[in-house]
């Protein structure tokens, strides 16, 4: 059956979601194979070069809405427009990826255009009658099939889970602007002020992720400061501990990631918890430092790629999960595996 | 203000899930109320000390799943509504979004609707997006901090976060709020809470009493497993020193080309 699919690129501030592109190679091949079309939406302030950058990436048209109104992240707008899209361009199915804003568009769309939705979704099936989606439950403890009954179906895809397409400088399409007629003061939220982040490499879409865990802060040849006290003493020494762990993902252009045991003791901000309770990642390469492998940490990374376990302890669960084990202190470990690795990497 | 939580019970985190015969088992772990809704609770709590009010936890579920309504009650929780229908099983998001904006409208007067950021079970972090869309009310996903709350004027100030950051956002009052875990611990029940929250008793809602219909699911789940476990050959690598340690290290990662 002919599908039309509609991929949403999520941006903020013109600066596009990597994942996103990810959605319009997986709109393209089902495009290819049903004889179908896509468009993608891109919905913002000041992102009209985006259009492009859609199209080389596989979109044959592009709705735009270009606009004061969708500057910041305010769902409600951002979903009229959605609805919009998908009013004048009928699809079968609308992709976006499973980040902050895609999750709530896709919620949102959902409601207005009564239909269900799919979060997650990590394989896709559409070589039957009906489309398949697989997507992780329990954090991936066990996986679920599931169909959608209605259309459009909506979808949100875990990134890293397709294919990013190589942009083709080569393809044409055509770029359609909707009309956002409102006023920006018509939507009911206003947004006061943004505290942008220094974003490192955001752990969803990381091809390798170092994480720390609780042993970040047994240095055994490190005293605190005497005029701490014991916690804060722990939190001086898991300090300096993570500085080696950020060391390394540095050298590897990867992104820093924690077990819950280290976030809750107050080493690390709970961005980088990996884990049932926080984020699950797949990467190609993930290394544990100091971690012992609780089920709920081994939830959200065992379907990594290669898994590296550094732990003193040779009992630690964590090496049933890894390929390569370093039984060792990681404080001793991994300063000369960061300039090992520098060192190959700088040839 | 008036504050309905919504909660959820799930299996232990700390549980191994297994598929038999199509049905999903956690064995003997325990239920718990889902860990992401202590967040919205303690919030709740916290802004009810601070501006007055009183707190509802709401669940959805099977009547006898009262773990999380009771953690709810047991933390300072004032009242509980369950909903609950045969007509419910298997429901899909869409679907559980209609029913519980029925309930919050019929609980009524609500100013705020809190939620944990999603459940440690399904995972989708939908219904506090969907149910403020049935409301047609502002929609404040991933709240760490609320700065403000004008409870008068019925506005409240948050912090939101999204990948690049936080943005600060000013919303008209009734609203629907996720809160993450950077929100702040939650309490522990109090012995008292927990006597008291044993002896609650609180009204079960059938759809009938919602004065609506069983909704159709759209989405459905012909299939749960477990994933395949990948063969794991975990090697240690030998050396004598950490420097040896991770000179070979590095030599086996550009060996199986993961480098």
Redo the contacts between chains.
Sequence with gaps: MTKKILAYVDQ??G?V?PSSWEGLGLAAAIAEDSGGETAALILGEGIQELAEEAIHHGADQVFLADDPVLK?????PL?DMVKKAAESFQPDLILFPS???G??L???A???L???????VIDLDWSGDEI?ATR???????????????TPEVITFRPRAFDKPEPDAGRSGTVTELEVALEPDAV??????????D?GV?LSDASIIVSGGRGVALNPNLEAPADLDEEAADVWKAEKGFALVGDLADALGAAIGASRAA?DAGYI???H?VG??GK?VSP??YIACGISG???HLAGMR?S????AINKD?DAPI???????????LH??LP??T???KS??DQ | MKIIVCVKQV?D?????T?ENGV?SWGDAPLIIN??DEYAVEAALNLVADHGGDVTALCLGKEEETEAIKHALAMGADAAVMVSDPALKGV???SA?KVLAAAIEKIGDADLVLFGQQS???????LP??VA??LGW?????VSKIENVAADDGNI?V??????????????LPAVMSV???YGEPRYPSFMGIRKASKAEYPVWSLGDLGIEAPT???????????EEKE??????PGDT??E???N??E???A?K??
């Design positions: 903020f501030h600066k979601q910041d992240f305010r769902p409600e979903a980040t902050t804003r999750r709530t896709a919620g949102m959902a409601v207005d009564n239909t269900g939705v799919m979060v997650d398949v992780p439950i329990y954090a991936g403890k066990l996986l679920a099939k599931l169909v959608c009954s209605t009911a939220t206003a947004i006061a002020s943004i505290q942008e982040k974003q955001n976030v901000i709970y961005d918890q049932q309770t699950v190609d390469l609780a089920i709920q379907s790629q290669v898994i590296v040779p090496f049933n999960f890894a390929r390569f084990g370093l039984v060792g202190d001793a470990i000369p595996l300039e090992a690795l190959y990497l | 299996p985190t700390a549980a191994t899930m598929v999903i860990p992401w899909d998001n869409l979004s440690v079970d399904t995972d989708t972090g939908l997006v969907q869309r049935v502002p929609s404040l996903t991933l100030q912090l939101r976060s999204m990948e690049e950051g936080g943005q600060v956002v000013d919303a008209p993450t875990k950077d699911s759209a989405v459905s789940w012909p299939e749960v497993m477990e994933p794991i050959i975990t090697e240690i690598i950490p420097e340690k991770a000179q290290l590095v086996k990662l550009i199986e993961v480098l």
